[in-house]
């Protein structure tokens, strides 16, 4: 019989939608705001929200959360919402939303310009300065703003989280084969990195190799100190009760309650009192709260 391929089912991917992670809706509907304010002419949001070096100060901070969900345009916007939704969906499903928060809204958000954004587009600039006879850098970043935006937004995230998921992967399987040949696994984004930076105009080889070194070395456990206290997270958690609170919120407690609710109880019912022990009851014993988000 002939190989058939997968058909595309509707039922899945509604499902798949509904069942996404409070934080990664978040990111997702301010991704896509703000790519249709972008349709406008009235504000610059793309020079609103650029990393811009010259206008960084306190009241623009806000510029180190807004940089990357800020893109060139709705389509650089909904590639990028493509690639990062699996991959943010499950490592929120796996550290929790309140982590997650605190890392990608947080210290890695705050740290990533230090690390990828600016060294990077120094890079770029600096090649700017020699083929224009000596212009101030700083002019061509208030000039085009957008091309830091183009270069650094959501995607460094992606090859974060795909350094991440390779490190996970090679724990598990740390080679596959491809005829006679066994390629490590941790090598599999190397992949999507070249033929981004082959077939995409204007990225950034270099912001994209940090992203995924960072990604390595925090799947690797070299970057953990950048996650906040875990003992601190749970009583944030516990304190506030986000979980009852917040639908879709992921707990960052897998022992006590799981990551979505209550477990499914094992207690019988009364009227399995007369049940023998040792046989199986054949009836539905779970709780009736939710099991996911």
């Known amino acids: 019989m002939a190989p058939t391929l997968p058909q595309f089912n509707p039922t899945r991917l509604r499902s798949y939608i509904f069942r996404l992670p409070l934080f990664t809706r978040m990111i997702i509907v301010l991704i896509t705001v703000f790519g249709i304010l972008e349709l406008q002419s009235a504000w610059d949001v793309k020079k609103w929200g650029a990393l811009i070096p010259n206008e960084m100060g306190f009241g623009t901070m806000y510029r180190l959360n807004t940089y990357p969900i800020v893109h060139l345009n709705f389509l650089h916007a909904l590639l990028n919402i493509l690639a990062l939704t699996p991959l943010l969906e499950r490592f929120e499903a796996e550290h929790g939303t309140l982590l997650t928060i605190a890392m990608f809204a947080g210290r890695i958000s705050i740290n990533f310009p230090r690390w990828c954004v600016l060294p990077s587009g120094e890079d770029?600039?600096?090649?700017?300065?020699?083929?224009?006879?000596?212009?101030?850098?700083?002019?061509?970043?208030?000039?085009?703003?957008?091309?830091?935006?183009?270069?650094?937004?959501?995607?460094?995230?992606?090859?974060?989280?795909?350094?991440?998921?390779?490190?996970?992967?090679?724990?598990?399987?740390?080679?596959?084969?491809?005829?006679?040949?066994?390629?490590?696994?941790?090598?599999?984004?190397?992949?999507?990195?070249?033929?981004?930076?082959?077939l995409v105009p204007n990225t950034s080889v270099l912001g994209h190799?940090?992203?995924?070194?960072?990604?390595?070395?925090?799947?690797?456990?070299?970057?953990?100190?950048?996650?906040?206290?875990?003992?601190v997270l749970r009583w944030i958690e516990g304190k506030l009760n986000l979980l009852g609170r917040l639908p879709h919120y992921v707990s960052i407690d897998q022992n006590t309650y799981g990551r979505y609710g209550v477990l499914p109880t094992t207690t019988a019912p009364s009227s399995m009192a007369g049940v023998g022990e040792g046989s199986v009851p054949m009836t539905y014993m779970a709780s009736t709260q939710r099991l996911g988000p």
């Open 124 to 198: 770029n600039f600096e090649e700017q300065h020699s083929r224009t006879g000596g212009k101030v850098r700083s002019e061509t970043f208030m000039e085009n703003p957008e091309k830091l935006v183009a270069k650094h937004a959501l995607s460094i995230w992606v090859f974060l989280l795909l350094g991440f998921e390779s490190i996970k992967a090679y724990k598990a399987n740390p080679y596959f084969a491809i005829s006679t040949y066994r390629i490590p696994t941790w090598t599999t984004p190397l992949a999507p990195l070249i033929f981004v930076a082959a």
């Open 209 to 231: 190799l940090c992203g995924l070194a960072i990604g390595y070395l925090y799947g690797l456990g070299y970057l953990k100190l950048l996650a906040p206290p875990e003992k």
